[in-house]
């Protein structure tokens, strides 16, 4: 009897030792010890991250005036007949896609961290959200559809950015994007040629379009057909012009980029003078624009939400990729930081906001950014006067687009999209550098094409899912055994290990100068995005940054402070001293990548780049234990590349054979170049 309290107590011991030495318990009490005392900090932080107006606004500088109110005068003006054709495509009545213009562009002041991005009705979203329309115009009206859609695109926003889901999206790749794009720019393209001539009821599908518009030749109405290939004359000519002379004059670059303005005057002007005392004999059909003031605010049925909210994710992902994509492109561009978090919230509240207001779903156009950018922005307070602009048109000028023909729209929508396709050369490289990139290109494209844009987009992206588990299920594995005198072929050689946001020091030592990044993984699509910003990051927490003489001309754009505050913050955080001695080398250790993507090529090419642009132009890449496939990846995508112990090409990075030459070799020559580095410093 006296055995079993024994042992009671004894299981009691164990029991209690097990609770004590248990690691989740202990992250669970060491987390509610370390946790309350930060969130009043954290919150704070947050919110600050949530209103970017309020980290930027106080750098603002009176001389950046100027810019800004050209820049959002003339995306103003773009926006005019952008809207009014891509609410065409969406089959809504036209004036709505003035209602969806005015919010994301004021908006975007207060919660975008982009100051290029211009934000609206695109040509993507107006496709879809045709589709959808189409589909539920028999029981609810094209615009309360369009505005359901705009509502679930906005939730769906809304909970990407605040959960941090965004990284869900790095499955669609750059193939799959570009040949979705492509697919769409041709059916939206096509879509218009029967407005373009003076034909009703052409069909949906490109070549359904094409065979149907050359049977009807002879049917093809004279005046409209003169007026819809007038415009397409005239906005090709302004675009030529505005490519060969831009750049050398201010006037013509401004008129090139109002080339769809330009022509919505002239020929809303003619059709006003030849068709006002017809009555309903008109010569051609016109867009008969109505507008009395913003739309009324109105709320959504919800049995409509439910039944577009399934529909509403193709819209969402595409919106959500172009927008990063175009978003990403011009803060490397421009170079400042774009929080993607805080896009998909700024995404999120537009859509949301807008849909009240009679919108369709809206999203980053590259062609407006592009000229935003050219117009040398200087920070989001430009949306203010785009804003202004398209309302005095709303309340003032929109009477005189009751005019506008409806043949000068197809012009402008057809003009705008023949840039999205291809182009070829692009295909081409990515059959040179991946044939699973060319293949996935394809079915989103096709599919596209012949089933339509949720069918494309979902269908490569399935594919994709199915080639990343068949490649990590097949995998060869490289076995090494002992040979010759003994002693194993392959050593271990520790080192020190960049990964995530730290670094690891795990052994042989490196000079003070040199940095190690050994990636753990193939790098691809999901990864390699996510990686470029950490290895940055990780740098950049110990090195300190040197003025690029390449880029110097560059910082007096600097609106954006978001990332350095970042750095200061992690520092601190973490206790981390800043080395006084610059960064002269990066060695990148290829043992564990198997596999590299078009996406991860660029990936790396963009990370090199700002390694150089932040950290030192004299800075060196090297590399180590590449496959052989890596490389081929790397010489289809015309990147130099030399053997150190072979023939050398001026501007190649070098290949080593082991970590420990790529480290020390050549110490002379890096020590020359980290002088060079230091003039750069001072």
Same mark, same amino acid.
Request: with cysteine; glycine share 8%.
């Given at each position: 009897?006296?055995?079993?309290?024994?042992?009671?107590?004894?299981?009691?011991?164990?029991?209690?030792?097990?609770?004590?030495?248990?690691?989740?318990?202990?992250?669970?009490?060491?987390?509610?010890?370390?946790?309350?005392?930060?969130?009043?900090?954290?919150?704070?932080?947050?919110?600050?991250?949530?209103?970017?107006?309020?980290?930027?606004?106080?750098?603002?500088?009176?001389?950046?005036?100027?810019?800004?109110?050209?820049?959002?005068?003339?995306?103003?003006?773009?926006?005019?007949?952008?809207?009014?054709?891509?609410?065409?495509?969406?089959?809504?009545?036209?004036?709505?896609?003035?209602?969806?213009?005015?919010?994301?562009?004021?908006?975007?002041?207060?919660?975008?961290?982009?100051?290029?991005?211009?934000?609206?009705?695109?040509?993507?979203?107006?496709?879809?959200?045709?589709?959808?329309?189409?589909?539920?115009?028999?029981?609810?009206?094209?615009?309360?559809?369009?505005?359901?859609?705009?509502?679930?695109?906005?939730?769906?926003?809304?909970?990407?950015?605040?959960?941090?889901?965004?990284?869900?999206?790095?499955?669609?790749?750059?193939?799959?994007?570009?040949?979705?794009?492509?697919?769409?720019?041709?059916?939206?393209?096509?879509?218009?040629?029967?407005?373009?001539?003076?034909?009703?009821?052409?069909?949906?599908?490109?070549?359904?379009?094409?065979?149907?518009?050359?049977?009807?030749?002879?049917?093809?109405?004279?005046?409209?057909?003169?007026?819809?290939?007038?415009?397409?004359?005239?906005?090709?000519?302004?675009?030529?012009?505005?490519?060969?002379?831009?750049?050398?004059?201010?006037?013509?670059?401004?008129?090139?980029?109002?080339?769809?303005?330009?022509?919505?005057?002239?020929?809303?002007?003619?059709?006003?003078?030849?068709?006002?005392?017809?009555?309903?004999?008109?010569?051609?059909?016109?867009?008969?624009?109505?507008?009395?003031?913003?739309?009324?605010?109105?709320?959504?049925?919800?049995?409509?939400?439910?039944?577009?909210?399934?529909?509403?994710?193709?819209?969402?992902?595409?919106?959500?990729?172009?927008?990063?994509?175009?978003?990403?492109?011009?803060?490397?561009?421009?170079?400042?930081?774009?929080?993607?978090?805080?896009?998909?919230?700024?995404?999120?509240?537009?859509?949301?906001?807008?849909?009240?207001?009679?919108?369709?779903?809206?999203?980053?156009?590259?062609?407006?950014?592009?000229?935003?950018?050219?117009?040398?922005?200087?920070?989001?307070?430009?949306?203010?006067?785009?804003?202004?602009?398209?309302?005095?048109?709303?309340?003032?000028?929109?009477?005189?687009?009751?005019?506008?023909?409806?043949?000068?729209?197809?012009?402008?929508?057809?003009?705008?999209?023949?840039?999205?396709?291809?182009?070829?050369?692009?295909?081409?490289?990515?059959?040179?550098?991946?044939?699973?990139?060319?293949?996935?290109?394809?079915?989103?494209?096709?599919?596209?094409?012949?089933?339509?844009?949720?069918?494309?987009?979902?269908?490569?992206?399935?594919?994709? #899912? &199915? +080639?990343?588990?068949?490649?990590? $299920? /097949?995998?060869? !594995?490289?076995?090494? *055994?002992?040979?010759? @005198?003994?002693?194993?072929?392959?050593?271990?050689?520790?080192?020190?290990?960049?990964?995530?946001?730290?670094?690891?020091?795990?052994?042989?030592?490196?000079?003070?100068?040199?940095?190690?990044?050994?990636?753990?993984?193939?790098?691809?699509?999901?990864?390699?995005?996510?990686?470029?910003?950490?290895?940055?990051?990780?740098?950049?927490?110990?090195?300190?940054?040197?003025?690029?003489?390449?880029?110097?001309?560059?910082?007096?754009?600097?609106?954006?402070?978001?990332?350095?505050?970042?750095?200061?913050?992690?520092?601190?955080?973490?206790?981390?001293?800043?080395?006084?001695?610059?960064?002269?080398? #990066? &060695? +990148?250790?290829?043992?564990?990548? $198997? /596999?590299?993507? !078009?996406?991860?090529? *660029?990936?790396?090419? @963009?990370?090199?780049?700002?390694?150089?642009?932040?950290?030192?132009?004299?800075?060196?890449?090297?590399?180590?234990?590449?496959?052989?496939?890596?490389?081929?990846?790397?010489?289809?995508?015309?990147?130099?590349?030399?053997?150190?112990?072979?023939?050398?090409?001026?501007?190649?990075?070098?290949?080593?054979?082991?970590?420990?030459?790529?480290?020390?070799?050549?110490?002379?020559?890096?020590?020359?170049?980290?002088?060079?580095?230091?003039?750069?410093?001072?």
């Amino acid at each position: 009897m006296a055995s079993q309290p024994s042992a009671f107590r004894s299981n009691v011991e164990a029991v209690k030792e097990e609770l004590r030495t248990d690691p989740n318990i202990a992250r669970v009490k060491h987390y509610a010890k370390v946790v309350p005392p930060k969130i009043p900090s954290a919150a704070k932080q947050y919110l600050l991250d949530k209103v970017p107006i309020v980290q930027w606004l106080p750098r603002y500088s009176p001389s950046w005036l100027a810019s800004d109110f050209m820049a959002g005068l003339t995306i103003g003006v773009m926006l005019i007949p952008q809207s009014l054709s891509y609410a065409k495509i969406a089959t809504i009545p036209i004036e709505h896609g003035l209602y969806s213009s005015w919010l994301p562009a004021a908006i975007a002041v207060f919660l975008g961290t982009s100051k290029d991005l211009s934000t609206g009705p695109t040509s993507l979203m107006g496709l879809l959200t045709s589709e959808i329309v189409a589909d539920l115009s028999g029981e609810y009206s094209p615009v309360d559809i369009a505005s359901a859609t705009a509502f679930m695109v906005g939730v769906y926003g809304l909970v990407v950015g605040l959960l941090g889901l965004g990284f869900l999206l790095d499955f669609i790749s750059i193939p799959i994007l570009t040949g979705f794009i492509s697919a769409t720019a041709l059916t939206i393209g096509f879509g218009q040629v029967g407005s373009l001539v003076g034909l009703d009821n052409t069909p949906s599908t490109v070549f359904a379009i094409i065979g149907d518009v050359l049977h009807r030749l002879p049917k093809w109405d004279g005046p409209t057909s003169g007026i819809g290939f007038g415009s397409v004359v005239i906005l090709y000519a302004l675009e030529k012009v505005g490519k060969k002379w831009g750049k050398k004059h201010f006037v013509i670059q401004y008129l090139s980029s109002s080339r769809a303005i330009i022509v919505l005057i002239i020929f809303t002007l003619i059709s006003y003078l030849v068709n006002k005392d017809r009555g309903d004999d008109l010569l051609w059909a016109i867009s008969k624009v109505d507008t009395h003031g913003i739309a009324q605010p109105k709320g959504h049925d919800g049995g409509l939400i439910s039944k577009v909210a399934a529909r509403a994710i193709a819209p969402f992902v595409a919106a959500s990729l172009e927008h990063q994509a175009v978003a990403r492109a011009f803060g490397r561009r421009n170079h400042y930081t774009v929080d993607q978090t805080q896009e998909f919230n700024y995404l999120g509240v537009t859509n949301l906001v807008n849909s009240f207001f009679g919108s369709m779903p809206v999203g980053g156009a590259i062609s407006r950014t592009a000229v935003n950018s050219e117009c040398r922005v200087r920070s989001p307070l430009n949306g203010v006067v785009t804003a202004a602009f398209i309302l005095l048109t709303i309340y003032v000028f929109s009477p005189a687009l009751y005019w506008l023909p409806k043949s000068t729209l197809a012009a402008i929508i057809i003009m705008a999209v023949i840039h999205l396709f291809g182009p070829f050369s692009l295909i081409y490289r990515y059959y040179r550098i991946s044939i699973a990139d060319y293949i996935a290109f394809n079915v989103a494209f096709f599919v596209t094409i012949f089933a339509g844009s949720e069918y494309g987009i979902a269908s490569a992206a399935g594919w994709a #899912v &199915v +080639w990343t588990l068949l490649r990590s $299920a /097949f995998t060869r !594995t490289r076995v090494s *055994t002992n040979s010759g @005198e003994g002693g194993p072929i392959n050593t271990s050689r520790p080192f020190t290990r960049t990964a995530g946001a730290e670094t690891e020091n795990v052994a042989i030592t490196i000079p003070e100068d040199t940095v190690v990044v050994t990636f753990q993984d193939s790098i691809f699509y999901p990864n390699a995005q996510r990686g470029k910003a950490q290895i940055l990051e990780s740098i950049q927490l110990v090195y300190p940054s040197v003025q690029n003489p390449n880029y110097r001309a560059d910082t007096a754009r600097s609106w954006s402070v978001a990332g350095q505050k970042r750095l200061e913050r992690l520092r601190k955080e973490r206790s981390i001293v800043m080395k006084d001695m610059p960064l002269s080398v #990066v &060695v +990148w250790d290829f043992t564990s990548v $198997a /596999f590299i993507d !078009t996406t991860g090529v *660029t990936a790396l090419s @963009e990370l090199k780049d700002d390694i150089r642009r932040q950290l030192g132009n004299l800075i060196e890449i090297r590399m180590v234990n590449m496959a052989p496939g890596v490389v081929q990846r790397f010489e289809r995508a015309k990147w130099p590349l030399s053997e150190v112990d072979g023939a050398q090409i001026e501007g190649a990075d070098i290949i080593f054979p082991s970590l420990e030459r790529a480290v020390w070799d050549d110490r002379e020559l890096v020590k020359e170049h980290l002088q060079g580095v230091v003039t750069e410093k001072n």
